[in-house]
Antibody, heavy 120, light 107 residues
Framework: QVQLQESGPGPVKPSQTLSLTCTVS??????????WSWIRQPAGKGLEWIGR???????NYNPSLKSRVTISVDTPKNQFSLKLSSVTAADTAVYYC????????????WGQGTMVTVSS | DIQMTQSPPSLSASVGDRLTITCRAS??????LNWYQQKPGKAPKLLIY???SLQSGVPSRFSGSGSGTDFTLTISSLQPEDFATYYC?????????FGQGTKLEIK
């Protein structure tokens, strides 16, 4: 059974770049035609889709973040990554990686989430 | 972007109650509508996909219906473990978008 685990360096200072990695276990990131997504949730608020990457490296981003976001895939390491540049306090959130089922087109596998705080 | 509007934002109910949460899309999304349950400190859990298909392992008291722009999630008989926040999400196109959530509390 596929499992996802987010990891990252912890707090980020304003104007810096937030970097997170999602490690896929229990299956290959290259299997199927999955698009691997990043989703975030500020404390007490709703869910925001950030973007996604395929195992071949094709990406789609949320237009609201597109100018600051890069999502990439590292198939040998079975990982995909998020970089969000020029962060502000508004980027403080729990960040989730998630995988949609190909058939369901719904996020059926989620990481546990990692809290990222933007603070000086 | 497709806007997803849920109602109500919150509601109080009792164990055994039947309740319905609604979700409206700003444009036709066919049946590309999913429902998730989220408990505090946890990742969302998929309940319903394609508007009415029950995800494996999800109790049958959960059901979904709708097509086009209007959708509903129904819980036939509330159990203590069902008190959580529920989100709808469209998978018709990108960017994927979620409703603002419906928080279900114990009366």
């Amino acid at each position: 059974q596929v499992q996802l685990q987010e990891s990252g360096p912890g707090p980020v200072k304003p104007s810096q770049t937030l970097s997170l990695t999602c490690t896929v276990s229990g299956g290959s990131i290259s299997s199927g035609s999955h698009y691997w997504s990043w989703i975030r949730q500020p404390a007490g608020k709703g869910l925001e889709w950030i973007g996604r990457v395929s195992s071949s490296g094709s990406t789609n981003y949320n237009p609201s973040l597109k100018s600051r976001v890069t999502i990439s895939v590292d198939t040998p390491k079975n990982q995909f990554s998020l970089k969000l540049s020029s962060v502000t306090a508004a980027d403080t959130a729990v960040y989730y990686c998630a995988r949609p089922s190909i058939v369901a087109r719904a996020f059926d596998v989620w990481g546990q989430g990692t809290m990222v705080t933007v603070s000086s | 972007d497709i806007q997803m509007t849920q109602s109500p934002p919150s509601l109080s109910a009792s164990v055994g109650d039947r309740l319905t949460i609604t979700c409206r899309a700003s444009q036709n999304i066919n049946n590309y509508l999913n429902w998730y349950q989220q408990k505090p400190g946890k990742a969302p859990k998929l309940l319903i996909y394609a508007a009415s298909s029950l995800q494996s392992g999800v109790p049958s008291r959960f059901s979904g219906s709708g097509s086009g722009t209007d959708f509903t999630l129904t819980i036939s008989s509330l159990q203590p473990e069902d008190f959580a926040t529920y989100y709808c999400q469209q998978s018709y196109n990108t960017p994927r978008t979620f409703g603002q959530g419906t928080k279900l509390e114990i009366k």
